[in-house]
């Protein structure tokens, strides 16, 4: 009995023990999140602690606008799945944007005042910089890091910490099988520089945004050294029309195309009856994970359901979706189809450190190129 008595008397000691400890492994956990708070706060920026804190005053809004380059189907998809989770949200409207006439206007509206009413803008790569100043200051960085929203964190801009991208592209070659064999496609993007492939043996785009991407990868001089020898191979010069120039190698007017995005590529291969358009993964890969960007604008009437709308975006269901519908889900997705065609593979990664600076990149590469014209 006595034995019996001392067990319980233990007992009662653990768990007075473990009652005492758990408060204090809760507070230090809050602790740490409002210390973050403070620190952001100290730099000008908005940070929650708490999630349910975000969907309170999200359910208070009820609605959502922003500008977006996903296709219809992609936004009516996600649409019906962020509503489906977060009923309380009945108004999304999704509207697509793109082309440099319409990124340049909607920045002029930007800037003049004139885009309220909008509450998140993708953000152009051709104009990055001039949208920074007009994004709301949320940490979306350290509410992620914190548990406090669900993004991985590789999908924010580490310095600006409010812009989003959950996102990625990846380029390859594309070539007719009948024209050429597998083993005769470059394996090297060098390989484009040998004698077989001079005079209009392969498609090269106008618009240098493939050979550009190999920046990170090789450095600036090296890319403009090969951007030079590409362009003494005399290639057959087109403006950008990806789906235009895979399907001119699937029916066997040309052999070769650099390089396609792989999600250009396979939707035309599901069309292509004849079977003939391939494509190889050569690397480095050229891959961008700064590819369809966004951001809450200082305007926004509706911020915490736009930041409710980027944790969507990044999470399974969202990314499901993304690869459903465009392919395009992000290659920091385990499973999505960049991140499987990749997967073992040397990246050239325009991340958010070379956002910013791309279309520099991109200037100096079509200068090296001559300044190239479409072929008739």
Same mark, same amino acid.
């Given at each position: 009995?006595?034995?019996?008595? %001392? ?7 653990? &768990? ?13 956990? *809050? ?7 403070? !620190? ?13 804190? +975000? ?48 990124? !340049? ?8 005042? =004139? ?9 152009? +790569? ?5 949208? +920074? ?7 979306? &960085?350290?509410?992620?890091?914190? $548990?406090?929203?669900?993004?991985? *964190? ?38 484009? %520089? ?27 001089? =090296? ?32 052999? %070769?195309?650099? *390089? ?16 003939? %358009? ?29 930041? &409710? ?17 465009? &392919? =395009? ?13 990749? =997967? ?25 190129? $001559? ?6």
């Amino acid at each position: 009995m006595r034995i019996t008595v %001392l067990k319980k008397m233990v007992g009662s000691f653990t &768990l007075s023990l473990f009652l005492m400890s758990a408060p204090t492994h809760a507070v230090a956990a *809050s602790a740490t999140v409002l210390q973050a708070k403070q !620190e952001a706060e100290a730099k000008g920026y908005i940070f929650f602690t708490a999630h349910d804190e +975000i969907v309170a005053m999200a359910k208070k809004e009820g609605r959502l606008k922003l500008t977006s380059r996903l296709g219809n189907p992609t936004r009516n998809a996600l649409i019906n799945g962020f509503r489906q989770k977060y009923p309380f949200i009945t108004d999304v409207h999704v509207e697509e944007i793109s082309g440099t006439e319409a990124f !340049e206007r909607f920045l002029l509206e930007i800037q003049a005042g =004139r885009a309220k009413g909008w509450d998140i803008a993708h953000i152009p +790569i051709d104009f990055a910089k001039e949208y +920074i100043p007009y994004l709301m200051k949320n940490d979306i &960085l350290g509410m992620a890091k914190h $548990g406090v929203l669900k993004i991985d *964190s590789r999908m924010i801009h580490p310095v600006e910490r409010n812009m989003v991208d959950v996102t990625s592209s990846a380029r390859v070659v594309a070539y007719n099988r009948k024209l050429i064999s597998e083993d005769k496609v470059p394996a090297r993007w060098e390989d484009f %520089l040998k004698p077989e492939f001079k005079g209009r043996k392969f498609i090269l785009d106008i618009r240098p945004l493939a050979v550009t991407t190999l920046v990170p990868a090789w450095g600036l001089e =090296r890319t403009l050294d090969f951007a030079q020898k590409l362009a003494a191979q005399q290639p057959v010069w087109m403006a950008a029309s990806s789906a235009k120039h895979n399907t001119l190698v699937a029916t066997g007017e040309y052999a %070769l195309f650099l *390089s396609p995005n792989l999600d250009n590529i396979k939707s035309v291969m599901a069309k292509d009856r004849t079977g003939n %358009l391939s494509y190889k993964v050569v690397e480095p890969v050229p891959t961008r994970i700064a590819d369809h960007p966004s951001g809450i604008l200082t305007t926004a009437d509706h911020p915490h359901a736009g930041l &409710l709308w980027h944790e969507f975006l990044a999470s399974p269901e969202g990314q499901e979706i993304l690869d459903k519908h465009e &392919l =395009r889900a992000s290659v920091y997705t385990p499973g999505s189809v960049i991140e499987q065609a990749t =997967r073992g593979k040397k990246l050239s990664v325009v991340d958010w450190d070379h956002f910013t600076k791309f279309q520099e990149y991109v200037a100096k590469v079509v200068k090296a190129h $001559g300044y190239p014209k479409a072929d008739n």
